[in-house]
C-alpha cells in the first residue's frame, strides 16, 4: 500500500482537494478548538470538517474540538496508533500555505522512498571500538529511578493547573548533573505560544563543528484522556529516560565535533506544540540540523523482547540505514520497519520543516502498549528494562557516530 502510494507521488499529479468549507477558519468561542495537521481516515472518523486534503499521502487541515480531539486520540489507539495530529496556524481561507506544506511533504517522502528503495546505498560503517566501549555504560537500574521519579508526578499535562511543576524540577536536576560532570554546557527552559508548559534544552557544543547540531528528543509531558492521573511511565517518562541516562554517559566521553542537543518536549500530547514551535524557530533561523532522533516509548516489548520498531513514514530513509548500521555493529536486536501515521510524536515536527528524522519504537504500532493515555500506564511486570536501554544506546551510539564523523550527512 505504502509502496503503491509513494510511486504515485512521484509522478507528481496529485490533486489538491479543498472542499466547499475551505472558505471557513477555526470557529470562534472556543481556545481550545484548534487548527490541525492530521491523518484523513481519522479525521473523517470523527466528524472534523476536511478543510484542505491530500488523499495520496492521507493528509488534512481541519480543526479539533476538545471533544473530537478526545474521539481522535481514542480511535487512533484503537488502531495502533499513538498521536495522529500535530497543531498548525490557522490559515483561514488562504489556502496556499497548506497547499505548499503538503506539497513539501510529498516531494521528501517521494525522495525518501527512492534512496530507500536503492539497491545499494553509500552508508557503511565500521565498527568502532570506542562506542562498544560506550555501551557498556548505560545501567537499567537508572533508567528504574528516572522513569519512578517521573511517573510519581500526578500529571505532566500541559493543560494542568501548574504544567511546569515537573519541568522545573528536571531542569534543576540537569543543572546538577551539568556541573557535576565539569563539561561545559547549558540547560535552558524554551517558553511557547500555544501552550504554558516549557520545554527543557541542554546543549553541549561540539569542538569543530559547533555550527552542525545533532538534536535527541522525546516529550516529557503525559495526559489522561478520561480526566485524572496521568503518571506516563511508558508514554514518555520511559524516552524521556533514556534520553537522561544517555547524557549520562555521553559526559564522561570527549566532546563530539558537533554540537549536540538534548530536548524534552512540552504538549506533544496536545498537538506536538513545543517541538512545532522548536523546529519552526529552527528553521527560520537556519540552523544546520544533521539529524534529529525521537525517543517517545520504549518499555513495553509488545512484538517481543529485543523487537523494535522503525516508523517508515515521516522520517528520513538515510537517517533509517544508520539505525540499521549501528544495530549491525554494536546491537544486534530485530528492526521491524512500520508506519504510524502523521504525528504520532515530535519527529514529525521536525520533518516538516525539511530536517532528517529518526524515530525507533518500543514495538509495531499494533503491539504497542494498550494503557497509555490512562491511570494504568505504570510500570508493570510486562514493562523491560533490558529492552528499553537499547534505546539509551541507540541515542549514545547515534551521538558518537554522526556526532564525530562530519562527513556523514544526508546524502539526497
Not at 505548499?100 to 510529498?106: A, D, G, P, R, T
Not at 534543576?172 to 517558553?191: F, H, I, N, T, W
Not at 549501528?326 to 508506519?339: P, T
Request: proline share 5%; glycine share 8%; charged share 15%.
Amino acid at each position: 500500500m505504502f509502496k503503491s502510494v509513494l510511486l504515485s507521488l512521484m509522478t507528481m499529479s496529485a490533486v489538491f482537494v479543498a472542499t466547499s468549507q475551505a472558505h471557513g477558519h477555526i470557529p470562534t468561542g472556543s481556545t481550545e478548538t484548534i487548527p490541525v495537521l492530521a491523518d484523513l481516515n481519522l479525521l473523517q472518523k470523527v466528524g472534523a470538517p476536511i478543510l484542505f486534503k491530500d488523499q495520496q499521502i492521507n493528509l488534512a487541515y481541519s480543526y479539533l474540538t476538545p471533544q473530537a480531539q478526545a474521539q481522535f486520540s481514542q480511535l487512533a489507539h484503537q488502531a495502533g496508533k499513538c498521536g495522529g495530529f500535530e497543531m498548525v496556524p490557522d490559515v483561514g481561507s488562504n489556502m496556499k500555505n497548506v497547499q505548499f506544506v503538503m506539497q513539501n511533504l510529498k516531494q521528501r517522502l517521494a525522495r525518501d522512498y527512492n534512496y530507500a528503495k536503492m539497491p545499494f546505498r553509500a552508508l557503511a560503517l565500521p565498527q568502532r571500538p570506542e562506542i562498544v566501549e560506550a555501551l557498556k555504560m548505560p545501567k537499567e537500574e537508572n533508567l528504574q529511578q528516572w522513569v519512578g521519579w517521573l511517573s510519581s508526578f500526578p500529571s505532566r499535562y500541559n493543560k494542568a493547573t501548574d504544567p511546569n511543576v515537573h519541568v522545573l524540577q528536571l531542569k534543576q536536576k540537569l543543572e546538577q548533573v551539568l556541573a557535576s560532570s565539569g563539561r561545559a554546557g547549558s540547560v535552558d527552559l524554551v517558553d511557547h505560544q500555544s501552550t504554558r508548559q516549557k520545554s527543557i534544552r541542554l546543549r553541549l557544543v561540539g569542538a569543530t563543528h559547533p555550527e552542525e547540531i545533532i538534536v535527541m528528543g522525546g516529550h516529557l509531558d503525559s495526559i489522561n484522556m478520561s480526566g485524572g492521573n496521568a503518571p506516563g511511565a511508558d508514554d514518555n517518562a520511559s524516552g524521556s529516560a533514556n534520553l537522561l541516562e544517555a547524557l549520562r554517559v555521553i559526559l564522561t566521553l570527549p566532546k563530539t565535533a558537533r554540537t549536540l542537543e538534548f530536548m524534552w518536549y512540552a504538549g506533544e500530547e496536545s498537538g506536538l506544540l513545543g517541538s512545532a514551535e522548536i523546529a519552526k524557530a529552527y528553521k527560520a533561523q537556519k540552523a544546520n540540523v544533521i539529524g534529529v532522533l525521537q525517543l517517545d516509548m520504549t518499555l513495553f516489548p509488545g512484538a517481543g523482547e529485543m523487537v523494535l520498531g522503525s516508523m517508515t513514514d515521516f522520517t528520513s530513509a538515510w537517517m533509517r540505514d544508520l539505525l540499521v548500521q549501528i544495530n549491525q555493529n554494536y546491537l544486534g536486536v530485530k528492526i521491524a520497519e512500520d508506519r504510524c501515521g502523521y504525528g504520532c510524536s515530535d519527529h514529525a515536527s521536525w520533518y516538516r520543516q525539511g530536517y532528517p528524522t529518526l524515530m525507533p519504537f518500543e514495538a509495531t504500532m499494533r503491539t504497542m502498549n494498550p494503557n497509555i493515555h490512562s491511570t494504568r500506564d505504570t510500570v508493570t511486570p510486562k514493562m523491560s528494562w533490558s529492552h528499553s536501554i537499547v534505546y539509551t544506546k541507540i541515542a549514545i551510539a547515534l551521538a558518537m557516530e554522526l556526532g564525530n564523523n562530519t562527513t556523514l550527512q544526508q546524502p539526497y
